[in-house]
Protein backbone atom coordinates (compact mmCIF):
# COMPACT_ATOMS: atom_id res chain seq x y z
CA UNK A 1 0.00 0.00 0.00
CA UNK A 2 1.79 3.45 -1.23
CA UNK A 3 -1.11 5.62 -1.06
CA UNK A 4 -2.72 7.27 2.06
CA UNK A 5 -5.35 5.12 3.57
CA UNK A 6 -9.03 7.89 3.75
CA UNK A 7 -12.01 7.85 6.03
CA UNK A 8 -15.53 7.93 4.59
CA UNK A 9 -18.96 8.01 6.23
CA UNK A 10 -22.07 6.31 4.89
CA UNK A 11 -24.93 7.26 6.40
CA UNK A 12 -28.07 5.55 5.68
CA UNK A 13 -30.93 7.59 5.97
CA UNK A 14 -34.26 6.52 3.60
CA UNK A 15 -36.25 4.86 6.33
CA UNK A 16 -39.85 6.25 7.20
CA UNK A 17 -39.34 4.76 11.09
CA UNK A 18 -42.98 3.40 11.43
CA UNK A 19 -42.47 2.93 14.84
CA UNK A 20 -42.67 5.86 15.75
CA UNK A 21 -45.73 7.18 14.74
CA UNK A 22 -45.01 9.98 13.45
CA UNK A 23 -46.06 12.83 10.23
CA UNK A 24 -42.75 12.81 8.71
CA UNK A 25 -39.11 10.17 8.85
CA UNK A 26 -38.03 9.81 12.12
CA UNK A 27 -34.60 11.93 11.31
CA UNK A 28 -36.35 14.94 10.52
CA UNK A 29 -38.03 14.95 13.70
CA UNK A 30 -37.06 18.28 16.14
CA UNK A 31 -34.03 17.03 18.74
CA UNK A 32 -33.69 20.46 20.63
CA UNK A 33 -31.97 22.67 18.53
CA UNK A 34 -32.22 20.80 15.16
CA UNK A 35 -33.68 17.59 13.84
CA UNK A 36 -32.35 14.08 14.61
CA UNK A 37 -30.15 14.07 11.33
CA UNK A 38 -28.54 17.36 11.78
CA UNK A 39 -27.29 16.52 14.95
CA UNK A 40 -25.77 12.84 13.57
CA UNK A 41 -24.19 14.60 10.69
CA UNK A 42 -22.91 17.44 12.46
CA UNK A 43 -21.42 14.91 14.89
CA UNK A 44 -19.67 12.86 11.78
CA UNK A 45 -18.24 15.95 10.75
CA UNK A 46 -17.22 17.56 13.99
CA UNK A 47 -14.67 14.05 14.67
CA UNK A 48 -12.82 15.86 12.00
CA UNK A 49 -12.03 12.38 10.03
CA UNK A 50 -13.95 11.58 6.40
CA UNK A 51 -13.42 13.01 3.54
CA UNK A 52 -17.27 12.71 2.68
CA UNK A 53 -20.18 11.77 4.53
CA UNK A 54 -22.42 9.77 1.77
CA UNK A 55 -26.42 10.10 2.99
CA UNK A 56 -28.73 7.58 1.30
CA UNK A 57 -31.92 9.72 1.03
CA UNK A 58 -35.42 8.17 -0.32
CA UNK A 59 -36.51 10.14 -3.01
CA UNK A 60 -39.25 11.29 -2.13
CA UNK A 61 -37.96 12.69 0.77
CA UNK A 62 -39.19 16.88 0.50
CA UNK A 63 -37.27 17.65 3.66
CA UNK A 64 -33.92 16.89 2.99
CA UNK A 65 -33.39 19.91 0.14
CA UNK A 66 -34.39 22.03 2.92
CA UNK A 67 -31.49 21.48 5.25
CA UNK A 68 -28.30 23.90 4.70
CA UNK A 69 -26.27 20.47 5.51
CA UNK A 70 -27.74 19.07 2.46
CA UNK A 71 -25.64 21.68 0.55
CA UNK A 72 -22.52 21.46 3.08
CA UNK A 73 -18.89 20.22 0.66
CA UNK A 74 -18.34 17.08 2.46
CA UNK A 75 -21.66 15.44 2.56
CA UNK A 76 -22.83 13.96 -0.77
CA UNK A 77 -26.60 13.18 -1.69
CA UNK A 78 -27.12 9.46 -3.16
CA UNK A 79 -30.29 7.38 -3.48
CA UNK A 80 -32.60 5.59 -0.75
CA UNK A 81 -32.80 2.25 -1.67
CA UNK A 82 -35.82 -0.33 -0.56
CA UNK A 83 -33.70 -1.99 2.65
CA UNK A 84 -31.18 -0.59 4.56
CA UNK A 85 -28.35 -2.43 3.22
CA UNK A 86 -29.69 -1.20 -0.44
CA UNK A 87 -29.47 2.10 0.98
CA UNK A 88 -26.04 1.76 2.29
CA UNK A 89 -24.51 0.24 -1.16
CA UNK A 90 -26.18 3.22 -2.70
CA UNK A 91 -23.63 4.98 -0.73
CA UNK A 92 -20.49 3.58 -1.20
CA UNK A 93 -21.39 3.38 -5.10
CA UNK A 94 -21.79 7.44 -4.83
CA UNK A 95 -18.19 7.50 -3.51
CA UNK A 96 -16.71 4.41 -5.95
CA UNK A 97 -15.31 7.41 -8.31
CA UNK A 98 -12.54 9.09 -4.87
CA UNK A 99 -12.62 5.71 -2.79
CA UNK A 100 -9.98 3.31 -2.95
CA UNK A 101 -10.71 -0.65 -2.05
CA UNK A 102 -8.78 -0.40 0.78
CA UNK A 103 -9.85 2.91 2.25
CA UNK A 104 -12.05 2.73 5.09
CA UNK A 105 -15.48 3.26 5.69
CA UNK A 106 -17.80 3.85 8.62
CA UNK A 107 -21.65 2.84 8.12
CA UNK A 108 -23.80 5.05 10.59
CA UNK A 109 -27.47 5.21 10.58
CA UNK A 110 -28.95 8.71 10.98
CA UNK A 111 -31.49 7.78 13.92
CA UNK A 112 -28.37 7.61 15.87
CA UNK A 113 -27.72 11.15 17.15
CA UNK A 114 -25.87 10.89 20.54
CA UNK A 115 -22.40 9.93 18.77
CA UNK A 116 -19.69 10.93 20.17
CA UNK A 117 -16.06 11.54 18.78
CA UNK A 118 -14.85 9.40 21.46
CA UNK A 119 -16.32 6.53 19.86
CA UNK A 120 -15.70 7.45 15.93
CA UNK A 121 -11.96 7.70 17.17
CA UNK A 122 -11.45 4.65 19.78
CA UNK A 123 -13.38 2.27 16.75
CA UNK A 124 -10.83 3.59 14.17
CA UNK A 125 -7.87 3.36 16.90
CA UNK A 126 -8.90 -0.31 17.64
CA UNK A 127 -9.41 -1.30 13.85
CA UNK A 128 -6.94 0.43 11.74
CA UNK A 129 -4.66 -2.31 11.10
CA UNK A 130 -7.49 -4.98 11.31
CA UNK A 131 -7.75 -7.04 8.49
CA UNK A 132 -11.81 -7.27 8.13
CA UNK A 133 -13.29 -4.28 10.64
CA UNK A 134 -15.47 -4.27 13.00
CA UNK A 135 -18.44 -2.79 15.12
CA UNK A 136 -19.19 -0.66 18.17
CA UNK A 137 -21.20 -2.94 20.03
CA UNK A 138 -22.91 -3.29 23.40
CA UNK A 139 -22.41 -6.34 26.49
CA UNK A 140 -26.33 -6.70 27.51
CA UNK A 141 -26.81 -5.83 31.46
CA UNK A 142 -30.34 -8.18 31.17
CA UNK A 143 -30.68 -11.51 31.19
CA UNK A 144 -31.92 -12.94 27.69
CA UNK A 145 -34.41 -15.20 26.89
CA UNK A 146 -35.09 -17.35 23.78
CA UNK A 147 -38.78 -17.49 23.43
CA UNK A 148 -41.44 -18.64 21.15
CA UNK A 149 -45.08 -16.68 21.48
CA UNK A 150 -45.25 -16.13 25.51
CA UNK A 151 -43.02 -19.56 26.10
CA UNK A 152 -39.72 -19.60 27.36
CA UNK A 153 -37.23 -22.15 25.39
CA UNK A 154 -34.45 -21.23 27.15
CA UNK A 155 -31.71 -18.62 28.58
CA UNK A 156 -29.02 -17.81 26.40
CA UNK A 157 -25.57 -17.43 27.79
CA UNK A 158 -25.00 -13.39 27.84
CA UNK A 159 -21.27 -13.98 27.91
CA UNK A 160 -21.32 -14.29 23.73
CA UNK A 161 -23.99 -11.58 23.21
CA UNK A 162 -23.40 -8.38 21.81
CA UNK A 163 -26.16 -5.86 20.64
CA UNK A 164 -25.02 -4.35 17.62
CA UNK A 165 -24.60 -0.26 17.50
CA UNK A 166 -23.01 1.86 14.55
CA UNK A 167 -20.81 3.16 13.12
CA UNK A 168 -19.66 -0.08 11.59
CA UNK A 169 -16.53 -0.01 9.98
CA UNK A 170 -15.11 -1.95 6.77
CA UNK A 171 -13.00 -1.46 3.96
CA UNK A 172 -14.47 0.37 0.86
CA UNK A 173 -14.35 -2.95 -1.62
CA UNK A 174 -14.91 -5.69 0.57
CA UNK A 175 -17.82 -4.09 1.60
CA UNK A 176 -18.71 -3.04 -1.34
CA UNK A 177 -18.42 -7.10 -2.69
CA UNK A 178 -19.84 -8.52 0.41
CA UNK A 179 -23.02 -6.72 0.16
CA UNK A 180 -23.95 -7.13 -3.71
CA UNK A 181 -23.02 -10.96 -3.09
CA UNK A 182 -25.85 -11.04 -0.35
CA UNK A 183 -28.75 -8.04 -1.94
CA UNK A 184 -31.57 -9.13 -1.17
CA UNK A 185 -31.19 -11.73 1.81
CA UNK A 186 -33.41 -10.84 4.75
CA UNK A 187 -31.00 -11.67 7.45
CA UNK A 188 -28.39 -9.09 6.20
CA UNK A 189 -29.53 -6.64 8.74
CA UNK A 190 -26.60 -4.64 8.85
CA UNK A 191 -23.08 -4.98 7.50
CA UNK A 192 -21.33 -6.78 10.07
CA UNK A 193 -23.68 -9.56 8.54
CA UNK A 194 -23.16 -9.03 4.90
CA UNK A 195 -19.59 -10.11 5.93
CA UNK A 196 -20.02 -12.87 8.21
CA UNK A 197 -22.35 -14.65 5.86
CA UNK A 198 -18.93 -14.20 3.09
CA UNK A 199 -16.88 -16.06 5.85
CA UNK A 200 -15.08 -13.22 7.19
CA UNK A 201 -14.78 -12.34 11.13
CA UNK A 202 -15.90 -8.88 12.21
CA UNK A 203 -14.78 -7.76 16.01
CA UNK A 204 -16.84 -5.75 18.36
CA UNK A 205 -15.25 -2.30 19.90
CA UNK A 206 -17.41 -2.11 23.20
CA UNK A 207 -19.36 1.77 22.48
CA UNK A 208 -20.86 3.96 24.38
CA UNK A 209 -24.88 2.75 25.64
CA UNK A 210 -25.76 6.39 25.22
CA UNK A 211 -25.17 6.08 21.36
CA UNK A 212 -29.05 5.35 21.23
CA UNK A 213 -31.33 4.32 18.30
CA UNK A 214 -34.23 6.85 17.83
CA UNK A 215 -37.05 4.00 17.47
CA UNK A 216 -39.99 4.78 19.51
CA UNK A 217 -41.56 8.13 20.53
CA UNK A 218 -40.08 8.18 23.90
CA UNK A 219 -36.15 7.26 22.44
CA UNK A 220 -36.41 11.32 21.56
CA UNK A 221 -36.75 12.40 25.18
CA UNK A 222 -34.01 10.18 26.16
CA UNK A 223 -31.28 11.31 23.46
CA UNK A 224 -32.23 15.11 24.28
CA UNK A 225 -31.49 14.24 28.08
CA UNK A 226 -27.92 12.33 27.08
CA UNK A 227 -27.25 15.30 24.89
CA UNK A 228 -27.44 17.62 27.76
CA UNK A 229 -25.41 15.77 29.91
CA UNK A 230 -22.12 14.18 27.32
O1 LIG B 1 -35.53 1.31 10.79
P1 LIG B 1 -34.18 1.32 11.42
O2 LIG B 1 -34.10 2.19 12.63
O3 LIG B 1 -33.60 -0.04 11.66
O4 LIG B 1 -33.23 2.00 10.32
C1 LIG B 1 -31.85 2.20 10.56
C2 LIG B 1 -31.32 3.25 9.59
O5 LIG B 1 -31.42 2.78 8.25
C3 LIG B 1 -32.11 4.55 9.64
O6 LIG B 1 -31.19 5.63 9.68
C4 LIG B 1 -32.95 4.51 8.37
O7 LIG B 1 -33.24 5.80 7.84
C5 LIG B 1 -32.06 3.74 7.43
N1 LIG B 1 -32.78 3.05 6.33
C6 LIG B 1 -32.45 3.35 4.99
N2 LIG B 1 -33.11 2.75 3.95
C7 LIG B 1 -34.12 1.86 4.19
C8 LIG B 1 -34.45 1.54 5.55
C9 LIG B 1 -33.76 2.15 6.59
O8 LIG B 1 -31.56 4.16 4.74
N3 LIG B 1 -34.76 1.32 3.16
Given at each position: MNHQIHFWAVV?????????????????LELGDSTVIEHTLSRLLQ????SAIAVAISE???????????????IITAPGGKERADSVLSGLKSIGDKANDDDWVLVHD??????TSEDILKLIDVL????VGGILALSSHDTLKNVDGDKILGTLDRRHIWRALTPQMFRFGMLRAALEAT?????????ASALEIQGFVPKIVEGRP????????EDLALAQFYMEHQ
Open positions: PAAGVGKRMNADRPKQYAGVFEDPYWPELALSKHEKAARPCLKNDEAGDPRITDEDNIKITRP
